[in-house]
């Protein structure tokens, strides 16, 4: 199983997607009409095939537009975060993990300013690969790494300068052996909880708290085990994705496995955190919501929640799914999208004008890349004009709304 899931952090982190540097002009053309001032846009959309940067100004409609200069060069990029100012991408070769600062222009274009290498930085701890994204907290103050150094798994925290993108360390938080790797972060929206969970499904997989300090470092905090039972004695539920809604509740995905395999269709979890940070819920087998992810092929869902907290993207073998969220309460169906058997949506984020950008493959062989961008609101469901768009070796998503 340990293979399994090292090849799902791949195929996840975009390692294994071909790289080129074509784009498909697809529903771009120029809009710009001298002397008439344009709309502020939704969002910039950023597209990584892991050594250029893709950056794209979205339209109220979703309709996308090549920003100036792009594609951007990257250093190999396989994570990329945003704080509103700077996007920073993470890479690792030979050196070790390192993450570029780039600005973000008035016009969402890129410019290199800082370069951090995590190796050697931490008493007793190399910084080993990166073994699962960048990820921002509510502030965008703090960004934080999950690191791997051959025997442990750490989120270190760096603190981001403003004015200068420089990044400096406040700390590291030791989770986990080799045996369970440590996996996304969720933070609550008061920014003081945040949320992951260990398992790569060879063993009973278990759900990690984090108190925030003042300086963004993380402290871990203990959890009961209130992931539910499966309705079979030989098997567990192993979780695979977390996401965080606007107020105090997170939908975790589950799989059922034994130690040897995933059986079943993966289900998901609703969970409520207290004043503490202590997790319950009221989730059982029963009353589980069962996705409709057929086989397995070695793709891992991946999970997004809407910043209204009212709907939850998932997207995996079986399609993109756009689910309900109701809190505490089950999640309930709504649409499916991107259904054929041959379309794999790998990554997928919302901006805060209703929009869901969605990457992902037209085929098995993982070099037709796509982005697809959609209008969706809890009654109505459309595709943008424009949509999808070509990028060939399409790896790594991030938005920035506006």
Not at 23 to 40: C, N
Not at 70 to 79: D, K, L, M, T
Not at 185 to 206: H, I, M, R, T, V
């Amino acid at each position: 199983m340990n293979r399994t899931s090292h090849l799902i952090v791949c195929l996840i982190a975009g390692f294994c997607f071909a790289s080129t540097s074509a784009l498909a002009q697809e529903g771009q053309d120029d809009e710009l009409t001298s002397g008439i001032t344009q709309p502020s846009p939704a969002a910039y959309v950023y597209v990584s095939d892991s050594h250029k940067v893709y950056s794209f100004s979205a339209a109220t409609s979703g309709k996308l537009k090549p920003i100036t200069g792009s594609p951007f060069e990257a250093n190999g990029v396989q994570f990329m975060a945003v704080n509103g100012k700077y996007l920073f991408g993470g890479s690792t070769d030979a050196s070790g993990p390192t993450v570029e600062t780039f600005t973000i222009g008035t016009n969402g274009a890129l410019k290199l300013v800082k370069t951090y290498l995590a190796a050697n930085s931490a008493p007793g701890y190399p910084g080993g690969p990166f073994e699962g994204p960048l990820e921002v907290d509510h502030s965008g103050l703090v960004l934080y790494l999950n690191l791997f150094d051959g025997s442990n798994f750490v989120y270190r925290s760096l603190g981001v300068n403003h004015s200068t993108g420089k990044l400096t360390e406040v700390g590291d938080e030791l989770v986990s052996s080799i045996e369970e790797q440590t996996n996304w972060l969720a933070f609550l929206s008061n920014n003081k909880f945040a949320y992951s969970y260990l398992g790569d499904c060879n063993q009973p997989g278990e759900l990690l708290g984090f108190e925030r300090k003042s300086d963004g470092a993380l402290t871990s905090i203990s959890l009961p085990n209130t992931i539910p039972a499966t309705p079979n004695n030989s098997t567990y539920y192993c979780p695979l994705f977390i996401a965080a809604d606007p107020t105090n509740h997170l939908a975790v995905l589950l799989w059922e496995a034994n130690a040897e395999e995933l059986v079943g269709n993966p289900v998901l979890a609703t969970f409520t955190a207290g004043a503490d940070g202590e997790l319950t819920t009221t989730s059982t087998y029963e009353n589980m919501l069962q996705l409709n992810t057929p086989g397995w092929d070695g793709i891992i869902p991946w999970m997004r929640m809407s910043p209204s907290g009212k709907l939850l993207a998932v997207g995996g073998t079986g399609g993109l799914q756009i689910l309900k969220f109701n809190g505490a309460d089950p999640i309930t169906p709504y649409r499916t999208l991107l259904k054929s058997a041959s379309t794999f949506p790998t990554q997928m984020y919302w901006d805060n004008s209703n929009h869901l950008y969605v990457i992902g493959n037209d085929d098995s062989t993982f070099t037709t890349g796509k982005l697809w961008v959609y209008t969706i609101t809890p009654t109505s469901v459309s595709e943008a004009p424009g949509s999808p768009y070509s990028i060939p070796g399409a790896a790594t998503l991030i938005v920035q709304p506006k």
